[in-house]
Each structure stands twice: as C-alpha cells, then as structure tokens.
C-alpha cells in the first residue's frame, strides 16, 4: 500500500452492486482475493459459526498463521466455494 493509491481508483463510488468485487482483508492490500479463510473464536462464537476473511494469493499464508496461532482457523477455501451466508 502506499499513499498514490489513495484516490486514484476509477471504480467511482461505492455501491450495493459492487459486493461482486472480493478483495484481499489484510490490512493495505488492495489485491483481489483468491481464498476465503473460515475461522472461528469460541470465545465470541457458537462452534458452528464461521467468520470469513478474504485474501489474495501472497497474504493467504500470513493470514492462515495469523488466525491458526490463536487457535482460530478451521479451513480455507476458494473464494468460489464460498457459501453465501459465510460471514
Ligand atoms: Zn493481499
């Protein structure tokens, strides 16, 4: 991420109809995601529950590490075998 990105994307405002576009949930990555890394917190969450975050090729593993050191990881999947009512 750096400072020129800011203001020069020409997707214009953001709308309901953009949700089509995934991209990447660590923090600065402007890359579209790839995965869908399903994680939970027991501590926040019923076992069933999966939260979703989303990344591209290069922050996959980061983000695996990230949620697997606190215990939170359970599976990651292709953005396309996403279910919808992931969260
Ligand atoms: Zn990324």
Redesign the pocket.
């Known amino acids: 991420m750096s400072v020129e990105d800011h203001g020069t994307t020409a997707r214009g405002a953001t709308t309901a109809s953009d949700d089509d576009e995934l991209f990447?949930s660590?923090r600065g990555?402007r890359?579209h995601a790839t995965w869908g890394l399903r994680w939970n917190n027991p501590r926040l969450h019923t076992p069933e529950r999966r939260k979703v975050w989303l990344?591209?090729d290069?922050?996959r593993e980061h983000l695996e590490q990230y949620l697997a050191v606190r215990g939170f990881h359970r599976d990651t999947v292709a953005v396309d075998a996403l279910e919808p009512t992931d969260g």
């Open positions: 990447c660590a990555c890359e990344a591209c290069a922050h």
